[in-house]
């Protein structure tokens, strides 16, 4: 049974940071690409910053690059996303996702809260 989970969403003022975390479970770890995609009220989910499953490329939105920085650990079977200068309109709920490099089957994750706000 494949499970992500994610943790480290919170409350945190405009300029702040934060990271999160994502554990994979059930599946080979190294044969997905892992994603973070964020969905804001009101609003579509949105890709946020993809990992091909080598770690060897990446991929950000416009509205976060230079701030945001995703990473792996194929130890601890983790995806990382380190929030930087941390913006109000980057309050969503973050998804991790899990694509298969040639399946393409996909998980999700249940979901994170990260609120901006002072």
């Known amino acids: 049974q494949v499970q992500l989970v994610e943790s480290g969403g919170g409350l945190v003022q405009p300029g702040g940071s934060l990271r999160l975390s994502c554990a994979a479970s059930?599946?080979?770890?190294?044969?997905?690409?892992m994603s973070w995609y964020r969905q804001a009220p009101g609003k579509e989910r949105e890709l946020v910053a993809s990992l091909t499953r080598t770690g060897d490329s990446t991929n950000y939105a416009d509205s976060v690059k230079g701030r945001f920085t995703i990473s792996r650990d194929y130890g601890k079977n983790t995806v990382y996303l380190q929030m930087d200068n941390l913006r109000p309109e980057d309050t969503a709920v973050y998804y991790c996702?899990?694509?298969?490099?040639?399946?393409?089957?996909?998980?999700w994750g249940q979901g994170t809260q990260v609120t901006v706000s002072s």
């Open positions: 059930g599946l080979t770890f190294s044969n997905y690409a």
């Open positions: 996702n899990a694509v298969h490099w040639w399946r393409k089957n996909q998980y």
